[in-house]
Every structure is written in structure tokens, then in C-alpha cells.
């Protein structure tokens, strides 16, 4: 499981908000994976709910998974608790965008 894990993080790291230079899994987006002997179950959310570009990166993210997922169905689930924050983002994305600590 570990190994299609990582395959998995690597496909969600290929995913984009065109609006922000970082991938959604610096940015902290993916709450949760989980693979399972019959599905693979993806948590994640956005920094807003009323973010334009929604299901198009949902869509983005179940079909990059499905590229590694050897024919098991993907599904990605919304949630939005615990709200996203800025402590979420990994410290390469802090640093890509410019919010050190001391600037956030």
C-alpha cells in the first residue's frame, strides 16, 4: 500500500490551482488518502468554497490517480473541516509564495 501511496502523492503533486504556482499538495489541499482493497478515497478541500476552478481540479485529481490507481475506482471527497489555513501549506509553498513567517 505504501508504494501506491506515493504513486498516488505523485500524481496529486502534478495538480494545480492556475491561479497559484504551487501544487495542491504543498499547498496542504489533500487531507486525507486512502487506499483500500476495493477503492481509493481521496479528502480534500480548497482554500475557498466558492473557489471557480473546483471541479475542475477534483476532476484533475480522480484522473491523474486513475493513471496508478491499477483499475480501482477513485473517489475524491470535499470536506472543509477543519478549514484550510495558511499553516497547512508545506514550507516549499510558503517559500514559492512568499509568506514566511513573517509575512503571514
Do not use: H
Not at 17 to 42: A, Q, R
Not at 85 to 101: F, G, P, W
Amino acid at each position: 500500500m505504501t508504494e501506491m501511496r506515493e504513486k498516488i502523492i505523485e500524481e496529486i503533486k502534478k495538480v494545480y490551482d492556475p491561479e497559484i504556482p504551487v501544487n495542491i499538495w504543498d499547498l496542504g489541499l489533500i487531507y486525507d488518502i486512502s487506499v483500500n482493497k476495493d477503492n481509493i478515497v481521496i479528502e480534500m478541500t480548497f482554500t475557498s468554497p466558492t473557489c471557480p476552478m473546483m471541479d475542475d481540479i477534483v476532476n484533475q485529481v480522480k484522473t491523474n490517480i486513475e493513471t496508478v490507481s491499477d483499475g480501482k475506482p477513485v473517489e475524491v471527497k470535499l470536506v472543509w473541516e477543519p478549514a484550510w489555513d495558511l499553516s497547512k501549506m508545506s514550507d516549499a509553498a510558503r517559500i514559492e509564495l512568499d509568506l514566511t513567517e513573517q509575512g503571514w
